[in-house]
């Protein structure tokens, strides 16, 4: 079993700045893509940023050249630098990571259990 666990939400001003983490932890072989995700009141659970084992990313629309994702496969924790904050930034942030927790076992895909943002002023 993998589990995840965000940190890092919270409230924040129009324009202002939050970095949040996900570390997994448990049975990992092989650690693949990893991802943030949102799910805003009363909307659908979009993917907002994803990156690779090697690092190549890819960003929703409505953040790019504000949100930044990084990993560390040291410590199996993935980031999200999130810049210049909007109002409709606001949601739960999920992290979900694509583990093969055997040699030669199947991938799965693990969700953490999300972190409030919210951006108000």
């Known amino acids: 079993q993998v589990q995840l666990v965000e940190s890092g939400g919270g409230l924040v001003q129009p324009g202002g700045s939050l970095r949040l983490s996900c570390a997994a932890s448990g049975n990992i072989f092989s650690m693949y893509t990893m991802g943030w995700y949102r799910q805003a009141p009363g909307k659908q659970r979009e993917l907002v940023a994803a990156i690779t084992s090697g690092g190549r990313s890819n960003y929703t629309d409505s953040v790019k050249g504000r949100f930044t994702i990084s990993r560390d496969n040291a410590k199996n924790t993935v980031y999200l630098q999130m810049n210049s904050l909007k109002f409709e930034d606001t949601a739960v942030y999920y992290c979900?990571?694509?583990?093969?927790?055997?040699?030669?076992?199947?991938?799965?895909?693990?969700w953490g259990q999300g972190t409030q943002v919210t951006v108000s002023s």
């Open positions: 979900n990571a694509d583990v093969r927790s055997r040699k030669w076992g199947s991938r799965d895909v693990y």
